[in-house]
């Protein structure tokens, strides 16, 4: 587990160099009081271990530019992957203080040893389209969303995909959350393209998107908590959480109807990793505890598995039944995450 005794810890993402896993994780100062307050003071903190248990903190990997600039209010969430090259790259969320840290946009910086890390100047940072996505204003939600930016391979070696926090210019206000999407051919051009998912699949907001395999099975995870989805979804589901969505492809199209909670409340944002023996655990932070206060501290490693339906469909579910979602014994929390 990582627990900071001076910070507070929440959205995260890895690296996994075959010796080491790289943990680059939002963090902001416990001496602000309110956990509210983290999301406008945001940096990316970084750490490393060989077990996903026991981490070392190395120095901050990134913190908000000088302004004027897309991220000079805070840095928030996004992925690392290793470029053809040899060399690291982050894409990451940037607010700037010009526009009150109400318009989200992605960059991206470089690295050669997942340390240091440089600002890519060379990547124009990356807007909302509004001939398909919600812009500033466009609803009664607030702020642009456009964030935690995914970005993978194409299965096929036609480039690269970035997949989206995003929202609608259509549907119900508290129903528009798509996945949105992006494609470049070389890590640093990038064309925003239509959302791989539509609006009215029950989410205000689909957050930390990620696509990965289990057991040879693709899946998409994302988290919305139960404030964040709309009112049909709030009567059917008693919480929110992290998501589970198995899917055919990993380039879709998705539809995130069909997701089921994988967690509830308690944990927030979960990674999908493999361990050193080879099997998927899902890492996760621990959103609150039992009186419904902020942790924000990042679990260990919890294994997953398929559990077979009765009608043929698969759902992933932790292996630990304690840690499934327990609905109706715990509190829902209505803040969004943010960040």
């Given at each position: 587990?990582?627990?900071?005794?001076?910070?507070?810890?929440?959205?995260?993402?890895?690296?996994?160099?075959?010796?080491?896993?790289?943990?680059?994780?939002?963090?902001?100062?416990?001496?602000?009081?309110?956990?509210?307050?983290?999301?406008?003071?945001?940096?990316?903190?970084?750490?490393?271990?060989?077990?996903?248990?026991?981490?070392?903190?190395?120095?901050?990997?990134?913190?908000?530019?000088?302004?004027?600039?897309?991220?000079?209010?805070?840095?928030?969430?996004?992925?690392?992957?290793?470029?053809?090259?040899?060399?690291?790259?982050?894409?990451?969320?940037?607010?700037?203080?010009s526009e009150g840290g109400q318009v989200q946009r992605i960059g991206s910086a470089t690295s050669r040893d997942l340390t240091t890390w440089t600002?890519?100047?060379?990547?124009?940072?990356?807007?909302?389209?509004?001939?398909?996505?919600?812009?500033?204003?466009?609803?009664?939600?607030?702020?642009?969303?456009?964030?935690?930016?995914?970005?993978?391979?194409?299965?096929?070696?036609?480039?690269?995909?970035?997949?989206?926090?995003?929202?609608?210019?259509?549907?119900?206000?508290?129903?528009?959350?798509?996945?949105?999407?992006?494609?470049?051919?070389?890590?640093?051009?990038?064309?925003?393209?239509?959302?791989?998912?539509?609006?009215?699949?029950?989410?205000?907001?689909?957050?930390?998107?990620?696509?990965?395999?289990?057991?040879?099975?693709?899946?998409?995870?994302?988290?919305?908590?139960?404030?964040?989805?709309?009112?049909?979804?709030?009567?059917?589901?008693?919480?929110g959480g992290v998501w589970a969505l198995p899917v055919d492809s990993v380039v879709g199209p998705f539809d995130p109807s069909r997701a089921q909670?994988?967690?509830?409340?308690?944990?927030?944002?979960?990674?999908?990793?493999?361990?050193?023996?080879?099997?998927?655990?899902?890492?996760?932070?621990?959103?609150?505890?039992?009186?419904?206060?902020?942790?924000?501290?990042?679990?260990?490693?919890?294994?997953?598995?398929?559990?077979?339906?009765?009608?043929?469909?698969?759902?992933?579910?932790?292996?630990?039944e304690q840690l499934r979602p327990a609905g109706d014994a715990h509190p829902v929390p209505t803040v969004p995450s943010g960040g």
């Amino acid at each position: 587990m990582l627990r900071l005794s001076d910070s507070w810890v929440w959205d995260f993402w890895l690296a996994d160099t075959g010796e080491e896993y790289h943990l680059f994780f939002l963090r902001a100062s416990r001496a602000l009081g309110d956990p509210h307050r983290r999301h406008w003071r945001a940096s990316v903190g970084h750490a490393v271990s060989t077990d996903l248990r026991d981490w070392t903190l190395l120095p901050d990997a990134l913190v908000h530019s000088d302004g004027p600039a897309f991220d000079d209010m805070a840095t928030w969430t996004g992925s690392v992957l290793q470029a053809p090259d040899g060399t690291w790259r982050m894409f990451y969320t940037g607010l700037t203080r010009s526009e009150g840290g109400q318009v989200q946009r992605i960059g991206s910086a470089t690295s050669r040893d997942l340390t240091t890390w440089t600002p890519d100047l060379g990547m124009t940072p990356l807007s909302a389209d509004a001939r398909w996505y919600e812009k500033l204003g466009g609803s009664s939600w607030q702020g642009e969303h456009w964030r935690d930016p995914w970005v993978f391979a194409d299965p096929g070696g036609d480039g690269w995909h970035m997949l989206v926090t995003a929202r609608a210019v259509t549907g119900e206000d508290d129903d528009r959350g798509v996945i949105g999407h992006a494609t470049s051919p070389d890590l640093q051009h990038w064309t925003v393209r239509e959302p791989l998912s539509r609006p009215g699949a029950g989410f205000g907001q689909l957050e930390v998107l990620q696509v990965a395999e289990v057991e040879g099975h693709p899946v998409v995870l994302f988290s919305c908590l139960h404030g964040e989805l709309s009112a049909a979804s709030r009567e059917r589901w008693a919480s929110g959480g992290v998501w589970a969505l198995p899917v055919d492809s990993v380039v879709g199209p998705f539809d995130p109807s069909r997701a089921q909670l994988l967690t509830d409340h308690r944990l927030y944002v979960g990674r999908l990793v493999r361990d050193r023996a080879g099997r998927s655990v899902l890492l996760a932070f621990h959103h609150d505890d039992a009186h419904g206060d902020f942790v924000g501290e990042i679990s260990d490693p919890m294994p997953v598995q398929w559990q077979v339906q009765d009608d043929g469909s698969r759902r992933l579910v932790l292996e630990d039944e304690q840690l499934r979602p327990a609905g109706d014994a715990h509190p829902v929390p209505t803040v969004p995450s943010g960040g």
